[in-house]
């Protein structure tokens, strides 16, 4: 019976996960600053363009540890 607790609890975050996920793929590219923050480095040439989201990545990631510091503080 216990198993079936931890099968469901696992169900459960993975179910919001995927919501979570389905919420940044539909509103995504419509929040403004995100993918143009300065520091985020852009080099466009006449046949080449290279983007690399540096301060974008490092935001996510400080937000994404916040989260999984909450949550398991919350456990």
């Keep these: 019976m216990n198993e079936f607790i931890s099968i469901g609890k696992l ?21 403004p600053f995100l993918g143009r923050l300065p520091g985020d480095i852009y080099i466009k040439k006449d046949t080449f363009r290279f983007y690399f989201p540096i301060t974008t990545s490092i935001l996510i990631s400080i937000l994404l540890s916040l989260a999984f510091y909450l949550i398991h503080k919350l456990k």
């Design 11 to 31: 169900m459960m975050i993975i179910g919001m996960v995927l919501v979570v996920l389905g919420l940044v793929f539909a509103y995504g590219p419509k929040i």
